[in-house]
T-cell receptor, first 119, second 108 residues
Framework: GAVVSQHPSRVICKSGTSVKIECRSL??????MFWYRQFPKQSLMLMAT?????????EQGVEKDKFLINHASLTLSTLTVTSAHPEDSSFYIC???????????????FGPGTRLTVL | AQRVTQPEKLLSVFKGAPVELKCNYS??????LFWYVQYSRQRLQLLLR??SRESIKGFTADLNKGETSFHLKKPFAQEEDSAMYYC??????????FGAGTTVTVRA
C-alpha cells in the first residue's frame, strides 16, 4: 500500500522558535495532503488542506500565519509552526488520499506523526 | 456542519466475547464512513469503509441511514484487536471528520 512518511518523528524546541515538519508520499504522488493535530487521548482535528501548486486551505479557527503550509512538490508538504509556544505542543499528523480511480481512492494514508514539544 | 459521535471512550471485553463500537453521525449530504484503527505505537490505518461492505479482520460495519449510525462489530474479539478505533466521515472532498475514538482492551 501507499506509504506516507514524516520527519522528524519528534522535536523539542524553545518558545519563540519555528519548527518545520515534512510530510512525504513515498511511492505515490499526492496533489492534496492534509494536516491534523491530535492532543493526548483525544481525536484528530483537521487543521488544513495542503494543495500542490496553490495555497493551503485552513479550517476555521486555525491561524494560517501561525501554521504555514507549503506543498512544494507532488510528494512533499511541509508544515511550519512559527513562533512556537507551549500551547502548540501536540502530535501533528499528515495524510494523503489514495489515487483517484484506484481502489484506494477513498482511503487516507497517514504518516506516523510528529511529536512537538515547545519548552 | 458534520459531526461524528463515538459515545464510548473505553471498551473492555474478554477474549472471545462480542464487541460493538458505536458511531453516530450527522451530515446533510450523502455520507462516506470509515473506521480507522491505531494499534499501539503504530500509525492510523484504514480498517474498513462502508462503500465496500467488506469484513476485515472479522469486523463488519453497516451504514444505517435511518439511525445515522455506523457501528463496528466483531462476534469474537481477539487480544490483537486491542487498539484505538476511530469512526470517520468523509464529506466527499477527502476531508475526514473523526469521532473522539474508542479504546478497546481485549482481556485474556
Amino acid at each position: 500500500g501507499a506509504v506516507v512518511s514524516q520527519h522528524p518523528s519528534r522535536v523539542i524546541c524553545k518558545s519563540g522558535t519555528s519548527v518545520k515538519i515534512e510530510c512525504r508520499s513515498l511511492d505515490f504522488q499526492a496533489t492534496t495532503m492534509f494536516w491534523y493535530r491530535q492532543f493526548p487521548k483525544q481525536s484528530l482535528m483537521l487543521m488544513a488542506t495542503s494543495n500542490e501548486g496553490s495555497k493551503a486551505t485552513y479550517e476555521q479557527g486555525v491561524e494560517k500565519d501561525k501554521f504555514l503550509i507549503n506543498h512544494a512538490s507532488l510528494t512533499l508538504s511541509t508544515l511550519t509552526v512559527t513562533s512556537a509556544h507551549p500551547e502548540d505542543s501536540s502530535f501533528y499528523i499528515c495524510s494523503a488520499p489514495g489515487l483517484a480511480g484506484d481502489i484506494s481512492a477513498n482511503e487516507q494514508f497517514f504518516g506516523p506523526g510528529t511529536r512537538l514539544t515547545v519548552l | 456542519a458534520q459531526r461524528v459521535t463515538q459515545p464510548e471512550k473505553l471498551l473492555s471485553v474478554f477474549k472471545g466475547a462480542p464487541v460493538e463500537l458505536k458511531c453516530n453521525y450527522s451530515y446533510s449530504g450523502s455520507p462516506e464512513l470509515f473506521w480507522y484503527v491505531q494499534y499501539s505505537r503504530q500509525r492510523l490505518q484504514l480498517l474498513l469503509r462502508h462503500i465496500s461492505r467488506e469484513s476485515i479482520k472479522g469486523f463488519t460495519a453497516d451504514l444505517n441511514k435511518g439511525e445515522t449510525s455506523f457501528h463496528l462489530k466483531k462476534p469474537f474479539a481477539q487480544e490483537e484487536d486491542s487498539a484505538m478505533y476511530y469512526c470517520a466521515l468523509d464529506t466527499n472532498d477527502y476531508k475526514l471528520s473523526f469521532g473522539a475514538g474508542t479504546t478497546v482492551t481485549v482481556r485474556a
